[in-house]
C-alpha cells in the first residue's frame, strides 16, 4: 500500500495533468475526478498538500507558477459564491476558507478552469491566430480571450448557485440545508476572525480587451463542463 507521501506526489501529479495545455479535455477531466476521489479516500487535507508542494510555489492543493493566472482570479469570487466558501488573495495566490469539502470543490474548480481556459486558448490560437503577431500583441489576445471565457463561467456559476438556492427553499427538509448554510458563514466568520483577515471588495476589470478574442472565450466559457468531480452524473447545480 502506498504510503501518504506517495499519495501526495501522485495528486500533484493528477492536478498538473489537469492543467496541462496539452492534454485533452477528457484526459483533464479525469485525472481532476481521480485526484478528487484520492484527496477524499485518503482524507488528504490541503494544507499536507501545501506542504509538499511550497518549493513550487503551491498553496492549499492549487497548483500555479510565479504569476496569479487571470481565470484563477477573476473567477475566484464566483467560484466561492457557488461553493460557499470565501476567497482571497495572499500574494499573488488564491485561498478558500470554509469546510474541508466545500474548499477542496472550490480549488478543483479552479484548477479546472485553468486548464480548460488553457487549452482552449491555444487550440484557438492555432487554429485563427498568425504565428508571427508580436508578443505584446498576443499576450493582450490572450489575455482578452481569458476574460471572456471568465466572465461566461462566472455567469454560470451565478445562475448554478440561484438554482440550488431555488430548489432548497423549495424541498421538503430546506430548514436543514438553511441551517447548514448559517453554520457553513459562522465557520468562515470565525476562521477570518482567528486570522485576522479582512476581504476587500473585488476589483473591476477596466483593462481594455479585445472584443474579437473576448466573444471567442465567452463561447469555450459557455462548453466548459461544470460538472461534479466526486462521481456519478450529478450536475453542480444539483448540489445541496
Not at 506517495?6 to 481532476?32: C, F, G, Q, V
Not at 486548464?115 to 491555444?122: D, E, L, N, Q, T
Request: with cysteine; proline share 2%; hydrophobic share 40%.
Amino acid at each position: 500500500m502506498a504510503n501518504r507521501d506517495e499519495i501526495i506526489a501522485k495528486i500533484r501529479a493528477l492536478r498538473a495533468k489537469a492543467e496541462d495545455a496539452a492534454a485533452t479535455e477528457a484526459e483533464a477531466m479525469s485525472a481532476a475526478e481521480f485526484a478528487a476521489r484520492l484527496l477524499t479516500k485518503h482524507d488528504i487535507k490541503p494544507d499536507e498538500l501545501a506542504e509538499v508542494a511550497k518549493s513550487e510555489g503551491t498553496v492549499s492543493g492549487f497548483r500555479q507558477g510565479k504569476v496569479l493566472h487571470p481565470v484563477a482570479d477573476y473567477t475566484a469570487n464566483a467560484i466561492a459564491a457557488f461553493t460557499e466558501t470565501r476567497a482571497y488573495n495572499q500574494n499573488g495566490e488564491i485561498r478558500y476558507i470554509g469546510l474541508e469539502e466545500d474548499v477542496l470543490m472550490a480549488v478543483y474548480l479552479t484548477e479546472m478552469l485553468v486548464g480548460a481556459a488553457k487549452r482552449g486558448w491555444v487550440a484557438y490560437a492555432e487554429e485563427n491566430i498568425h504565428r508571427a503577431v508580436p508578443f505584446n500583441q498576443m499576450n493582450h489576445l490572450r489575455l482578452s480571450y481569458f476574460m471572456g471565457f471568465t466572465r461566461r463561467v462566472c455567469t454560470r456559476l451565478y445562475e448554478l448557485k440561484e438554482q440550488r438556492d431555488t430548489a432548497r427553499h423549495t424541498t421538503q427538509g430546506s430548514g436543514n440545508s438553511n441551517a447548514l448554510v448559517v453554520v457553513k458563514s459562522d465557520i468562515i466568520k470565525r476562521k477570518m476572525e482567528e486570522m485576522g483577515l479582512t476581504i476587500g471588495k473585488a476589483r473591476n476589470q477596466k483593462q481594455y480587451l479585445d472584443p474579437g478574442m473576448v466573444t471567442a472565450g465567452y463561447a469555450h466559457g459557455d462548453k466548459v463542463n461544470l460538472g461534479r468531480p466526486f462521481g456519478g452524473n450529478q450536475s453542480m447545480g444539483e448540489l445541496a
